[in-house]
């Protein structure tokens, strides 16, 4: 079956810190990978996406590169802002494309 | 811009009552999803729709129930209200369409809480 797994939280970082939010999946077939944000008192909002093995979604910083080898999809941010805290998930989509798996969220506390 | 609406942020509810949350996107998407999101749980998916009358059930579709009626828009009905049923509840769509399409728009969320 299909399922996502990301490392619990909750992560507290100082302004300009490395992030490494880590991410593993298990799907059948050839599914697309995603991380969402969620900010505070918001619905969640895509933040970038990799379709194909290899491929490497980016947006405002953040970086993640689809590791068909190791089913990883690792968030990644060289220096984090205040404004990031937020609740990060990662998510698959099965290659029908009607069903999305989410991981349980990692929460993510920046201070200046 | 897509968007999502969920027609109430806060709802309290007592037990037993039915309650219908409503989601309407105004993008054209096949595709319609609920959530609930619970602390420690992430996303799990109650039911999703993938064109107007037609429902599936996802991973927890108990005590739940959907309408889908048009193609806009997409309510989540609990039959009877209960305290277990407390949560964050999202709603989402998506087009249809190959990967370069597939990503799911979210609400804000509808946070009930059943006393």
């Not at chain 1, 077939?29 to 895509?46: A, I, M, R, T």
């Not at chain 1, 689809?66 to 990883?72: G, H, I, Q």
């Not at chain 2, 811009?1 to 105004?26: A, I």
């Amino acid at each position: 079956g299909n399922s996502v797994t990301q490392m619990e939280g909750p992560v507290t970082l100082s302004e300009e810190a490395f992030l490494t939010i880590n991410c593993t999946y298990t799907a059948t077939g050839y599914p697309s990978l995603f991380w969402y944000v969620q900010y505070p008192g918001e619905g969640l909002q895509l933040l970038l996406k990799a379709t194909k093995a290899d491929d490497k979604g980016s947006n405002k910083g953040f970086e993640a590169t689809y590791r068909k080898e190791t089913t990883s999809f690792h968030l990644e941010k060289g220096s984090v802002q205040v404004s990031d805290s937020a609740v990060y998930f990662c998510a698959l989509s099965d290659p029908s494309f009607h069903q999305f798996y989410f991981g349980t969220g990692t929460s993510l506390t920046v201070i200046p | 811009d897509v968007k999502v609406t969920q027609s109430s942020r806060y709802l309290v509810k007592r037990t037993g009552e039915k309650v219908f949350l409503e989601c309407v996107q105004d993008m054209d998407h096949e595709n319609m999803f609920w959530y609930r999101q619970d602390p420690g749980l992430g996303l799990r998916l109650i039911y999703f729709s993938y064109d107007v009358k037609m429902k599936e059930k996802g991973d927890i579709p108990e005590g739940y129930s959907v309408s889908r009626e048009k193609k806009e828009r997409f309510s989540l009905i609990l039959e009877s209200a209960s305290t277990n049923q407390t949560s964050m509840y999202l709603c989402a769509s998506s087009p249809p369409g190959g990967p370069a399409k597939n990503i799911q728009y979210f609400g804000a969320g509808t946070r009930l809480s059943v006393l």
